[in-house]
């Protein structure tokens, strides 16, 4: 059974950068076909969707937030992370990562991690 | 990007009652749309895939339809552990857009 853990400061400053990591078990990185992804939930709002990196290494990002976001993958560690720079308040949300099927399943996100709260303030 | 637009944005219903939730996208999609249920503190869980796919271990009162820009999701007989938020989401074209939500509460 696939899971995904998130991990990282639930308090970052404002103008540092958010760090957070998604550690796979139960399958590896690797797996060809799947979609890395991070997704964020501002406090009783909507889902949105920050960016995925396919195992290839290719990467997509919302250009909402483009300029500010790294996604990487540690094929070593079976884990996956996510950078967001100069952070304001407005990024103060609920960050999940999950695995985006392929693209014959249309790249549904079947597995996700709980969630982890991450608040920007001084 | 892809505009999504869910409706109602709530809605309250009864155990056992029928339930349908729309989804409407702002250019078509084919059957690139995926929904998902979320309870209070929880990440979302895949329900349907591809507009009309089961997600393995999903109950079968779950259904999906729809193409190109107009899609539903139907509850076909509300049980008490569905009172949830749902979402709609295109993987068309990233970024990758979700629809609103809509809250289903106990009438």
């Known amino acids: 059974q696939v899971q995904l853990q998130e991990s990282g400061p639930g308090l970052v400053k404002p103008s540092q950068t958010l760090s957070l990591t998604c550690t796979v078990s139960?399958?590896?990185?690797?797996?060809?076909?799947?979609?890395w992804s991070w997704i964020r939930q501002h406090p009783g709002k909507g889902l949105e969707w920050i960016g995925y990196?396919?195992?290839?290494?290719?990467?997509r990002y919302n250009p909402s937030l483009r300029s500010r976001v790294t996604i990487s993958l540690d094929t070593s560690k079976n884990q996956f992370s996510l950078k967001l720079s100069s952070v304001t308040a407005a990024d103060t949300a609920v960050y999940f990562c999950?695995?985006?099927?392929?693209?014959?399943?249309?790249?549904?996100?079947?597995?996700w991690g709980q969630g982890t709260t991450v608040t920007v303030s001084s | 990007d892809i505009q999504m637009t869910q409706s109602p944005s709530s809605l309250s219903a009864s155990v056992g009652d029928r339930v349908t939730i729309s989804c409407r996208t702002s250019?078509?999609?084919?059957?690139?749309l995926n929904w998902y249920q979320q309870k209070p503190g929880k990440a979302p869980n895949l329900l349907i895939y591809?507009?009309?796919s089961l997600q393995s271990g999903v109950p079968a009162r779950f259904s999906g339809s729809g193409s190109g820009t107009d899609f539903t999701l139907t509850i076909s007989s509300l049980q008490p552990e569905d009172f949830a938020t749902y979402y709609c989401?295109?993987?068309?074209?990233?970024?990758?857009?979700f629809g609103g939500g809509t809250k289903v509460e106990i009438k």
């Open positions: 999950a695995r985006a099927l392929p693209a014959m399943s249309y790249f549904g996100m079947d597995v």
């Open positions: 139960g399958d590896s990185i690797s797996s060809v076909g799947y979609y």
């Open positions: 990196m396919y195992n290839s290494g290719s990467t």
């Open positions: 250019q078509s999609i084919s059957t690139y």
């Open positions: 591809g507009a009309s």
């Open positions: 989401q295109q993987s068309y074209s990233p970024p990758l857009t």
